[in-house]
């Protein structure tokens, strides 16, 4: 990819395309375009990360996901933003959070290693993601306290209702979902059992229903589900 191609997606960052004209063309050249749709899962945590990405448009919802099976969502970052930064300059390995996709996202992904030989002989770069970095980190401090937890319920009723938007229903009326529980754990970033849980007390609402294992609603349910979900 060429320089100015990267500079075109990044305009709304002029701070950044700063910095990103005097990339290293080979550096460029390396960059992959990825797409991914609403509701995409991009990172679990505990994944490796072996990129550093530049979100050029759409918004990511930033969660840490607990053994319970609650989520805390930690931020939501909007385009145009660093994905990876964190984990890039910690110096470590491994996601320490999850990303979901909140929105359509076109994302510009960079090989690390290389990535990370521009950041430390950059110091401009290095100071605007360190800024970065300090700023949501502020902002997420002095909002500390306000109703972030997701449960799991809640997590696959917003999963549900965006179903609902992006497919029709059947013959009989109601919406049949072909997932797994074991898809639906890993779409959500949610372990099998947590998925399990929240069907079960989905069921207790009355807000789906099952049909040989598999989750089923109606129009009348999917309205419950996106009040839920929202």
Not at 49 to 59: E, F
Not at 196 to 212: E, F, G, M, N
């Amino acid at each position: 990819m060429q320089i100015e191609q990267i500079l075109a997606r990044t305009a709304n960052w002029p701070e950044l395309c700063r910095c990103l004209a005097a990339m290293p063309p080979a550096l460029a050249a390396t960059a992959s375009e990825q797409r991914y749709d609403a509701g995409a899962l991009l990172q679990q945590k505990g994944d490796e990360v072996d990129r550093l990405g530049i979100l050029c448009r759409g918004s990511l919802r930033v969660v840490n996901p607990f053994d319970t099976g609650d989520s805390y969502v930690i931020e939501q970052d909007d385009a145009v933003d660093f994905v990876g930064d964190v984990v890039l300059l910690a110096g470590e390995r491994r996601a320490p959070i999850s990303l979901q996709a909140v929105t359509d996202c076109l994302i510009l992904w960079f090989e690390r290693a290389a990535f990370a030989r521009w950041v430390q002989g950059d110091p401009a770069l290095l100071r605007l993601m360190a800024g970065h970095i300090a700023g949501k980190l502020y902002r997420s401090s002095y909002r500390h306290g306000q109703p972030l937890f997701y449960p799991g319920p809640r997590l696959l009723a917003d999963f549900l209702s965006r179903y609902a938007d992006q497919n029709r229903p059947g013959d009989d009326g109601r919406y049949r979902v072909t997932d797994t529980r074991q898809q639906l754990a890993q779409l959500l970033g949610l372990s099998q059992k947590t998925v399990d849980r929240a069907v079960a007390q989905l069921k207790k609402q009355q807000l789906i229903d099952t049909d040989r294992g598999k989750i089923v609603f109606s129009d009348r349910q999917a309205a419950g589900l996106r009040e839920l979900g929202s």
